[in-house]
């Protein structure tokens, strides 16, 4: 059987999954044919050289026609169009591959949740670092025990595209477009990795206190004259407690001046400790029980996780690489109608604490989860 796919969106997500789609057939020859029938967008010129580009069938600006025709349906666009394409696909029991945040608002995001439990068909929300191997040679050394009882998660994104005040205004900047900034753009993605990790040993987060803040208030229009006002923040703070007792502090920015990428995520436990960080992504800082200090670890054997579709042990893999996992992972979900995590439920539960962080900026209180 072959899968004909439709991908709403062709920039810069639609680019990632348009190339792990290329190389599946190439490294992971158990994974389901696939056809990559219908590219969505609004502009007909330019998509029609991304579909070219990127080796899709046939194009339209319709996603509602594009949902009618395939057999999974990507929604890469921004976060205002994941609620209403997401849903009508899931109504039609088209499985649905959707972009994170899963949604500008909680309400939203419960909304899609919902629909996919009625749905019944495989859904997953885009948390690719999840399928960085390291991150899950991590987890199997939590799990195992290895850290023991956990008490600190810290994680931190960073980037500096912002700190320029003349940087021009862009959707990611529109509360109504995009539901938060720093926070749902890259917040979303160290909540999700916190919940991975420790949530089978620490639980989930219970409680969390945040702030956000906004640097500049409006920035200027590319190509016009004038001036849009920046209604999302730049930057949140939080501390959080997992149910268990572990404690977390978590932190994002797109005004970190010289920061790129950092996404780094620490544990420390009653054993030993782990630290990743994306900048270093086939490595993992770990320091055992008994030990003295921390040991880097190259995640690139052929049986550390994914990675025997790979390379010899040392020739490390990259950024895109993630996403060549995380669409092994879904596409193989849809062939077999199985279950794919993580789901639009994972989604659902990083965006609960997305909007309580807002909720406790807004009241200058703590804010409980239960």
Same mark, same amino acid.
Not at 51 to 57: K, M, N
Not at 217 to 246: H, I, K, M, Q, W
């Given at each position: 059987?072959?899968?004909?796919?439709?991908v709403?969106?062709?920039r810069?997500?639609?680019?990632?999954?348009?190339?792990?789609?290329?190389?599946?057939?190439?490294?992971?020859?158990?994974?389901?044919?696939?056809?990559?029938?219908?590219?969505v967008?609004?502009?007909?010129e330019?998509?029609?050289?991304?579909?070219?580009?990127?080796?899709?069938?046939?194009?339209?600006t319709?996603?509602?026609?594009?949902?009618?025709?395939?057999?999974?349906?990507?929604?890469?666009?921004?976060?205002?169009?994941?609620?209403?394409?997401?849903?009508?696909?899931?109504?039609?029991?088209?499985?649905?591959?959707?972009?994170?945040?899963?949604?500008?608002t909680?309400?939203?995001?419960?909304?899609?949740?919902?629909?996919?439990?009625?749905?019944?068909?495989?859904?997953?929300?885009?948390?690719?670092?999840?399928?960085?191997?390291?991150?899950?040679?991590?987890k199997?050394?939590?799990?195992?025990?290895?850290?023991?009882?956990?008490?600190?998660?810290?994680?931190?994104?960073?980037?500096?595209?912002?700190?320029?005040?003349?940087?021009?205004?862009?959707?990611?900047?529109?509360e109504?477009?995009?539901?938060?900034?720093?926070?749902?753009?890259?917040?979303?993605?160290?909540?999700?990795?916190?919940?991975?990790?420790?949530?089978?040993?620490?639980g !989930?987060?219970?409680?969390?206190?945040?702030?956000?803040?906004?640097?500049?208030?409006?920035?200027?229009?590319?190509?016009?004259?004038?001036?849009?006002?920046?209604?999302?923040?730049?930057?949140?703070?939080?501390?959080?407690?997992?149910?268990?007792?572990?404690?977390?502090? $978590?932190?994002?920015?797109r005004?970190?001046?010289?920061?790129?990428?950092?996404?780094?995520?620490?544990?420390?436990?009653?054993?030993?400790?782990? !630290?990743?960080?994306?900048?270093?992504?086939?490595?993992?800082?770990?320091?055992?029980?008994?030990?003295?200090?921390?040991?880097?670890?190259?995640?690139?054997?052929?049986?550390?996780?994914?990675?025997?579709?790979?390379?010899?042990?040392?020739?490390?893999?990259?950024?895109?690489?993630?996403?060549?996992?995380?669409?092994?992972?879904?596409?193989?979900?849809?062939?077999?109608?199985?279950?794919?995590?993580?789901? $639009?439920?994972?989604?659902?539960?990083t965006?609960?604490?997305?909007?309580?962080?807002?909720?406790?900026?807004?009241?200058?209180?703590?804010?409980?989860?239960?």
């Open positions: 059987m072959t899968l004909d796919i439709g709403l969106g062709y810069f997500m639609g680019k990632a999954h348009s190339n792990a789609m290329a190389r599946l057939p190439m490294f992971f020859p158990d994974a389901p044919e696939i056809n990559r029938e219908v590219l967008g609004r502009d007909e330019a998509l029609a050289e991304a579909a070219d580009r990127l080796g899709f069938s046939r194009t339209t319709d996603p509602s026609a594009a949902i009618e025709d395939v057999d999974a349906f990507y929604n890469l666009g921004p976060n205002f169009v994941h609620p209403e394409y997401s849903i009508e696909a899931l109504e039609s029991g088209v499985p649905v591959f959707c972009e994170k945040p899963l949604a500008p909680l309400d939203e995001a419960e909304e899609m949740t919902e629909a996919a439990r009625e749905a019944g068909v495989p859904n997953g929300c885009a948390f690719n670092y999840r399928f960085v191997p390291a991150i899950r040679y991590a199997n050394l939590i799990e195992g025990g290895e850290l023991g009882e956990i008490y600190h998660v810290r994680g931190r994104y960073l980037q500096d595209w912002l700190v320029d005040p003349e940087a021009p205004w862009a959707w990611r900047l529109d109504e477009l995009a539901g938060s900034g720093a926070l749902g753009d890259l917040g979303a993605h160290t909540i999700d990795l916190a919940r991975f990790l420790v949530g089978d040993v620490a !989930e987060i219970s409680e969390i206190s945040g702030q956000l803040r906004t640097f500049t208030d409006e920035r200027p229009v590319e190509d016009e004259n004038g001036t849009r006002e920046v209604t999302v923040d730049d930057a949140y703070l939080a501390t959080a407690e997992f149910e268990s007792g572990a404690v977390g502090s $978590f932190e994002a920015t005004n970190a001046n010289g920061r790129k990428n950092d996404h780094t995520i620490e544990i420390e436990g009653s054993k030993g400790s782990i !630290e990743f960080s994306l900048e270093r992504l086939n490595e993992l800082e770990y320091k055992r029980e008994g030990s003295r200090g921390f040991e880097t670890v190259l995640v690139t054997d052929g049986d550390d996780p994914y990675m025997d579709h790979w390379w010899p042990p040392g020739h490390v893999i990259g950024w895109e690489h993630t996403f060549v996992h995380e669409n092994y992972e879904f596409l193989s979900a849809v062939a077999e109608g199985g279950e794919f995590e993580p789901s $639009f439920e994972d989604g659902l539960a965006q609960r604490v997305l909007a309580a962080i807002q909720e406790s900026d807004a009241s200058g209180e703590r804010v409980s989860l239960d």
